[in-house]
C-alpha cells in the first residue's frame, strides 16, 4: 500500500470511524484502494483494524477480505471448547 493511502486510512480510522462515522466516502476510498490491489495481483485483504469492518466486508469489497479480528474470536472459541488431554 502506497504512503499517501496509509496516511487516508488512517485518518478515516481515527477521525471517523472511532467516532462512529461510516461515510459512504470512506467505503468508496477503501473500494478503491482494494481494486487497484487486486490489479496488482492481490488475493485478498485483510481488514487489520477492529474499526474497518464497520464498512468493508466480503459482500463490499473487491477482494475476499479477512476480518482479523472475527477470526481471531473464531480461533479462540474453537481452542476454548477442544477438550484437553
Do not use: H, W
Request: charged share 25%; hydrophobic share 45%; proline share 5%.
Amino acid at each position: 500500500m502506497e504512503a499517501a493511502e496509509r496516511d487516508v486510512i488512517d485518518r478515516i480510522i481515527f477521525d471517523e470511524l472511532v467516532n462512529g462515522v461510516c461515510a459512504q466516502s470512506a467505503i468508496a476510498y477503501f473500494q478503491q484502494v482494494i481494486e487497484r490491489l487486486k490489479c496488482e495481483g492481490c488475493d485478498a485483504v485483510v481488514l487489520g483494524c477492529t474499526e474497518i469492518p464497520l464498512i468493508m466486508n466480503d459482500a463490499n469489497s473487491p477482494l475476499p477480505a479477512l476480518d482479523s479480528t472475527r477470526l481471531l474470536a473464531r480461533a479462540a472459541l474453537r481452542r476454548a471448547m477442544t477438550p484437553t488431554t
